[in-house]
């Protein structure tokens, strides 16, 4: 007995409706002979039959639409079956679906946040300090809804209410560097070393340098510090890295981070990029930039996100030494004091010099005091030698 | 090293592919007699003769067709299409045939078949002789585009494309045939698979091939003046598009400008803008830029046709614009 | 019309035209299994019949020797067949299986088969004439006495590719013969619809090409036209043009509801279905019994269905190879 069943008659066919039967049962059949009328999307077609025999039993009605495959009629047919009984034919591979492309490579910069674009628009808004907000996206990127996540955080414990709330961008800089600053103090055990270093030579040279410049392209000695600090990771390259939840990670590039204070009240710390490899010229033009940038609040994400360390100078006027927070998630910050001029031992007597406190804040999970002794111990061999900076 | 033009330094990889291999022979129209409609071909035919520099009849389907069909059976036909205009009269034979014998036939069938055609516009020639479709071809899988926009590329990817085992297009601007430029004629077959980074800069990264490479530069100088250094990159191969080299120099500059003549709405820069997005988002500062043809079809008077395409002032306008 | 050549041999003429039989009832019974499958299921796409067209893919195919090359069209496999692929492989290509002559990339409509000189396998009606064209150019170049046999059909006269090629392959004297299997209908657009003239061969003098017509429901007037001029084309006298008129008795393809054409035409023609004619032919020679009609219908049955059952058991390609053959290296 053979089943004839609704035929694929169209590329695209999924389903026939039957019009009309043209064989009743008892008909004789043959294969290739009209059996029935069935409709399809396209146009009424005559269906032949792909048996030789005699109807058995027809299985659907006039009317009725079914799909390709199903069985119509059954038709007895003499000897051997026509087609063969039953398909041997193994379904192919099944598809899996693609996946999503490729994860994006490791950032090139160093201490970079991953932010979504959204996620930073968000955060600046609301003065949500990304560095403590951990990312749920790819890669530990922080998407909207961490941020969103925070700020509910954040609300959950308000601060006390401020006597007098300054207004709109101060209040949220603040905010921020209260956010930031009770981390640090917070989360990171510091520890700090100390010295005094003679800036006399270095003072002297830049002088010379100086008179040779006209006023626009004039170096200031912080030019000198920022790359001396710069500089001076070489030996201990521990001091330019990150704390990353439980374990160090070293940055392979330097980017100084240098603190400017801001007309408002309040601090930023954007990045000199590869500080180390800089032409002083060029830090000192990339410098002003970002003051200038800075005073007009067009910095960078990027700028903000991306310092492996920072350096904070107080000036000229300020205390001798300064010892700093640590902008979490760097491991370390240096200090210089106000520059002033102290009595000084040389060779047994007494001059008097232009000196200056450097003071290193270090990470005591990261690092250990006697590098921070290394680190300061080269950071002055390197202004004694300001023409190699 | 040798002083030469765009198109002498083509004529210069044709005459070197015809010695050194007799398979290869040029068709196409007016390629023999007349010189060659931009006179890419002059002097050919009194050099190699009638059977290996073949005048066509106007019939772009057959005559890439015919290209097809002698690269199937044992020749490197070298075939001109006289502007990317008129290629649309044979792109049945491009896609379905050329592109797609070699996966129809599993295998068995390579068409070793290199195919030029001028592109482009800022001549005033209107409508029918000015579009860039570059990035038509360069969608279809089964060939290579190339663009070379030097005189060194003009002769080294077309002595690299005549050994390709499948079909290399070659998109030739108009407007570059008479530059002059430095050709090394030692050099034999260059690179047909990366971009090159023409200029480089730390701010900006301008993606580009082709004419608009010369207009990069150009904009990069007047950058310079204002202190943003841009990285100018030559595309060079439209397909397969070399991704590393121009998402190293936007990891590195943090931004990017893509230029081209093609109308910008579905343009080949939205494929570069796509991968710049899919691979380095994290580290944009700026959304990706494009600077394309405007949306109408190319007009003759030359203050319109001006308009119509990206212009040096555009560049630096986007880039200030975001950067500055 | 032309008459067959005069063979030396009776018993070697018999062999050769019982060979001739066996051939088209191959195609015929290949195709009628597709036709099954197809309604089943197993084949997909699209699927364009060649019966009823028998008799001039056989007969034309006796005038090609193996260097030859043949370019035909979406309804090929009675090329495919006359020209020696196996039908295992070309089953398997209907199945989509890594096996088929294409490993399965192309389907019912792009056979290949670089060692028997197959060159495909055409959607696009007129598609192939540039790509025979070129074929041509290469072996003309290269001094190789070759004929490229260009099969397509009468809807392709109307595509500006047949006057390209035709005007190109005289004007370069290039060693095509262009075959016009001219079933008078393109899909449901009868000739006169179609073309201002309707003499096929004829059009062929707008390029001085000598073009022939040919009754292409007898195989024999078909090989006996095709031969000659194949040799006179290899030989370098430049392309000529034969139009085989001929029909086709199923529809246009599988979906084909064949609304543009009277039941009653499809009969008239039937009447002169190219197998029942040969074999009445060969019956009337007493070169063929019934029982010797009968061997040859089971031996050809047994390699249809050698070639369905080699069809169903192949693997599938897989997945990753997917874009394995986009390109060659």
């Known amino acids: ?375 300061l111990a080269e950071l002055d061999r390197l202004l004694q030698e300001p023409e190699s900076l | 090293m040798k002083t030469l033009t765009y198109r002498e330094a083509v004529r210069s990889a044709l005459r070197d592919a015809m010695n050194r291999d007799p398979r290869v022979f040029l068709m196409g129209e007016d390629v023999g007699r007349y010189g060659g409609a931009f006179a890419v071909t002059h002097g050919l035919l009194a050099e190699f003769g009638p059977e290996r520099i073949r005048d066509t009849p106007l019939m772009e389907s057959t005559f890439l067709g015919a290209g097809i069909g002698a690269a199937l059976n044992g020749m490197r036909p070298i075939v001109e299409i006289m502007t990317i205009n008129f290629s649309m009269l044979c792109m049945d034979q491009v896609l379905n045939n050329a592109a797609t014998l070699r996966y129809m036939s599993g295998g068995q069938l390579s068409v070793p078949l290199v195919v030029r055609m001028a592109s482009g516009g800022g001549r005033q020639m209107a409508a029918q002789h000015s579009h860039s479709l570059e990035g038509w071809y360069a969608h279809i899988p089964g060939i290579s585009v190339l663009a070379p926009a030097t005189v060194a590329d003009a002769c080294g990817m077309l002595l690299a494309a005549v050994e390709e085992p499948d079909p290399v297009f070659i998109m030739e601007h108009a407007t570059l045939y008479p530059r002059e430029g430095e050709l090394d004629e030692t050099s034999g077959a260059g690179d047909i698979r990366k971009a090159a980074v023409r200029r480089e800069g730390r701010h900006v990264s301008l993606l580009t091939y082709g004419a608009c490479v010369w207009k990069a530069l150009e904009a990069a100088d007047r950058l310079a003046e204002k202190g943003v250094e841009a990285e100018v990159v030559d595309l060079r191969v439209l397909r397969p598009l070399d991704s590393e080299t121009f998402l190293s120099s936007v990891a590195k500059t943090r931004g990017a400008v893509i230029i081209e003549e093609a109308w910008r709405t579905g343009g080949f820069a939205a494929e570069i803008s796509a991968q710049i997005m899919e691979n380095v988002f994290d580290l944009l500062d700026w959304p990706v830029q494009r600077v394309c043809g405007v949306e109408v079809p190319a007009p003759y008077a030359k203050h319109m046709e001006d308009a119509s395409l990206p212009q040096v002032e555009d560049i630096v306008a986007v880039v200030e614009a975001n950067l500055v | 019309m032309t008459t067959q050549p005069a063979r030396a041999d009776t018993a070697g003429e018999t062999k050769y035209q019982l060979d001739l039989l066996r051939q088209m009832l191959l195609v015929r019974r290949f195709e009628e299994r597709s036709s099954d499958l197809y309604q089943m299921g197993n084949i997909r796409g699209f699927l364009h019949l060649y019966i009823g067209e028998e008799a001039v893919a056989v007969g034309a195919m006796q005038a090609f020797s193996p260097e030859d090359a043949i370019v035909s069209t979406y309804r090929e496999h009675g090329h495919a067949l006359a020209r020696g692929m196996a039908a295992t492989s070309l089953m398997a290509e209907l199945y989509g299986k890594v096996t088929g002559c294409s490993k399965g990339h192309g389907g019912s409509m792009h056979f290949f088969d670089a060692a028997k000189r197959f060159y495909g396998g055409y959607a696009i009606v007129g598609g192939g004439l540039p790509v025979a064209v070129g074929l041509a150019l290469a072996d003309k170049m290269l001094g190789r006495e070759r004929v490229t046999a260009c099969f397509f059909g009468d809807g392709a006269v109307a595509e500006g590719e047949f006057h390209e090629a035709l005007n190109l392959a005289k004007l370069w004297r290039l060693p095509v013969l262009f075959l016009c299997e001219n079933n008078l209908y393109a899909m449901g657009t009868a000739l006169a619809v179609s073309h201002s003239v309707t003499d096929i061969a004829l059009k062929a003098q707008a390029y001085d090409i000598p073009g022939e017509a040919v009754d292409g429901m007898d195989v024999l007037a078909v090989e006996a036209a095709t031969r000659p001029a194949a040799a006179r084309v290899r030989k370098g006298g430049g392309p000529e043009l034969l139009e085989f008129r001929t029909y086709r008795f199923r529809g246009h393809s599988m979906a084909d509801p064949e609304l543009y054409r009277t039941r009653e035409e499809v009969e008239r023609w039937q009447e002169r279905d190219p197998i029942p004619a040969f074999v009445r032919r060969l019956r009337d020679l007493n070169r063929l019994d019934d029982a010797g009609l009968a061997r040859l219908e089971e031996s050809v049955k047994q390699e249809v269905e050698e070639a369905v059952a080699f069809a169903e058991e192949s693997p599938w390609e897989a997945l990753e190879d997917l874009t394995k053959d986009v390109l060659t290296s």
């Not at chain 1, 000897?79 to 591979?93: I, T």
């Not at chain 1, 408002?264 to 010229?281: M, N, Q, R």
């Not at chain 1, 910095?299 to 006027?317: C, F, Q, Y």
């Open chain 1, 1 to 375: 007995m053979a089943e004839f069943r609704m035929p694929v008659l169209g590329a695209d066919m999924k389903a026939g409706e039957l019009v009309a039967w043209l064989k009743q049962p008892g008909e004789p059949v043959q294969k290739g002979e009209v059996i029935a009328e069935v409709e399809t999307d396209k146009a009424v077609v005559e269906i032949e039959s792909m048996y030789t025999g005699v109807v058995e039993k027809l299985l659907i009605e006039k009317g009725d639409k079914v799909p390709v495959g199903t069985p119509l009629a059954l038709i007895q047919t003499e000897g051997p079956e026509e087609a063969p009984p039953v398909s041997r034919v193994e379904p192919p591979p099944e598809r899996r679906a693609r996946p999503a492309g490729r994860p994006p490579p490791a950032p090139a910069a160093a201490g970079r946040l991953r932010v979504s674009p959204v996620a930073q628009k968000l955060a600046d808004e609301k003065a949500v300090d990304l560095s403590k907000v951990s990312g749920s996206g790819p890669g530990g990127r922080i998407m909207v809804q961490d941020v969103e996540a925070a700020i509910a955080a954040a609300a959950a414990t308000p601060a006390a209410a401020p006597a007098a709330a300054p207004a709109g961008r101060s209040l949220r800089m603040r905010q921020s560097i209260a956010a930031a600053m009770s981390r640090s103090h917070r989360e990171i055990p510091h520890f700090y070393v100390e010295s005094v270093i003679d800036l006399s030579r270095a003072i002297a040279w830049l002088s010379e340098q100086n008179a040779r410049r006209p006023v626009a392209q004039r170096l200031i000695y912080g030019a000198l510090l920022v790359k001396a600090a710069a500089v001076a990771l070489e030996k201990t390259p521990e001091l330019n890295a990150v704390w990353a939840e439980d374990h160090v990670e070293l940055k392979p590039a330097v980017h100084v981070g240098v603190a400017v204070a801001l007309p408002g009240g309040g601090l930023v710390a954007p990045a000199i990029h590869d500080t180390d490899k800089l032409p002083l010229d060029e830090l000192m033009t990339r410098f002003r930039d970002l003051v200038r940038r800075a005073r007009a609040g067009r910095l960078r994400s990027s700028e903000l996100t991306d310092p492996t360390i920072t350096v904070t100078s107080l000036g000229e006027a300020g205390a001798e030494s300064v010892f700093g927070l640590i902008y979490p998630p760097q491991v370390a910050l240096v200090g210089f004091g106000r520059l002033t001029e102290r009595p000084w031992a040389v060779e047994g007597r007494v001059e008097v010099r232009k000196v200056i406190h450097a003071s290193l804040a270090g990470d005591h999970r990261a690092l250990d005091g006697y590098r921070g002794g290394v680190y």
